[in-house]
């Protein structure tokens, strides 16, 4: 299939924004630089506009998740939006019971643990998705040539929540069900990978430029268990977006030893997190995947100078990778005085203003 003649990357808006040709592989100048959590309690117009709106409520409402959306664009000037959602909107649009809790993130009603629950998951209903589309059309027609990525949780991840009940710091049942249980696993983890995928796909055909699949907590698997019993369900949660011509980026935390796997399933970029640096990543996956990240959150709240002797350090070990999307090794903490990523983007597009073709 392809994508619908209106859709930015088709008529030709975005096709050469720096962040699509860096996701393609060709080293810009400037880089492109966004945030992972760029739209969120960092910004006080943020906090304003979510007072008394319960978070999943302001994803499915979507003029406001539009607005989030287009918030931190406008202030800060990144090279990207990424669309305001949350990787459990689709199990919350499937039926799921879900809230988010302040603090604390995803937290379900009853958790998801035997092969009768696992048989008991409801189907999404494609119609569910339209708050969803509607969103993301109202951005992109904001947006003009920044792109729009969409996002969705891999299936670990969100079966994680789901088995757990809530977020959790290890994810020990998660792991001692796929061991113990690897028919459940693979039923359960078989229906995250379709919800989420369906989820991802609704986001791309309504606008989104590139995909990007988030696998927070694939940082606690070994290699083997990741390649074996997780990796084909994140494929097939890219598998609804294989056909469609946009950049697919795969993103983990701690995932240093994982990230030739996490590149495997089919991803044309990969998101590296602060604990491993760029130029070890671009080596540990042979010098031909384009790299996303690696500014350390921590140092968001460090004295300036501290901060910019680690970005110039970020950029060039990019430089190592045949492209370089600067962004964070994760979220920006909500404590972030956001006048300092404002700052950041203005430093990352100057200083490489100068270095590719
Ligand atoms: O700017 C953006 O990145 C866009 C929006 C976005 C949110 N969640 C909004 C959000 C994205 C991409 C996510 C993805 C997400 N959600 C992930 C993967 C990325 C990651 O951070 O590892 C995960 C694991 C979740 C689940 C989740 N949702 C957690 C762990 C939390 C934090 C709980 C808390 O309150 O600290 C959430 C809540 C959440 N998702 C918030 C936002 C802006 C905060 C809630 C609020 O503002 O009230």
Redesign the pocket.
């Given at each position: 299939m392809t994508l619908p003649e209106q859709h930015p990357l088709v008529s030709g808006r975005t096709a050469d924004s720096s962040l699509i040709r860096s996701y393609r592989g060709e080293r810009t100048a400037p880089l492109p630089v966004w945030f992972?959590?760029?739209?969120?309690?960092s910004l006080p117009e943020y906090r304003a506009l979510?007072e008394g709106v319960a978070?999943l409520d302001s994803c499915l409402t979507p003029a406001m998740a539009s607005e989030i959306t287009l918030q931190?664009v406008r202030r800060h000037r990144v090279d990207a939006a990424?669309?305001?959602?949350?990787?459990?909107i689709p199990l919350k649009l499937a039926g799921i019971g879900v809230e988010?809790v302040?603090?604390?993130?995803?937290v379900m009603d009853a958790p998801v643990r035997t092969a009768a629950d696992v048989a008991a998951l409801p189907e999404l209903d494609p119609a569910a998705l339209a708050p969803i589309e509607e969103a993301v059309a109202m951005t992109v027609a904001e947006l003009g040539e920044t792109p729009l990525i969409g996002?969705a949780?891999a299936p670990f991840?969100l079966a994680s929540y789901l088995v757990e009940g809530g977020?959790s710091r290890e994810q020990l049942r998660t792991r001692a069900l796929m061991h113990s249980e690897p028919e459940v696993w693979d039923r359960l983890l078989a229906w995250t990978a379709d919800v989420t995928g369906v989820f991802l796909r609704a986001q791309v055909l309504a606008g989104a430029s590139a995909a990007q699949l988030?696998d927070?907590w694939a940082g606690s698997l070994s290699l083997t268990d990741y390649r074996e019993r997780v990796a084909p369900h994140s494929e097939r949660a890219l598998d609804h977006v294989r056909d469609l011509p946009v950049p697919r980026v795969h993103f983990g935390?701690g995932t240093g030893e994982l990230l030739a796997a996490m590149r495997d399933v089919g991803a044309d970029v990969v998101g590296v997190d602060h604990r491993i640096p760029l130029d070890e990543a671009n080596r540990r996956l042979g010098g031909g995947t384009p790299l996303q990240g690696n500014i350390d959150p921590a140092l968001l709240s460090a004295p300036w100078p501290v901060l910019e002797a680690h970005v110039r350090d970020v950029i060039t070990r990019g430089g190592e990778a045949p492209a370089h999307v600067v962004n964070l090794g994760?979220?920006v903490p909500?404590e972030t005085d956001p006048d300092v990523l404002t700052r950041l983007v203005d430093f990352v597009h100057t200083s490489t203003s100068g270095t590719g073709e």
């Open positions: 992972m959590r760029q739209a969120g309690r979510r978070m931190p990424i669309f305001f959602s949350d990787i459990v988010i302040a603090g604390r993130g995803p996002f949780g991840t977020p988030f927070s935390v994760h979220g909500p």
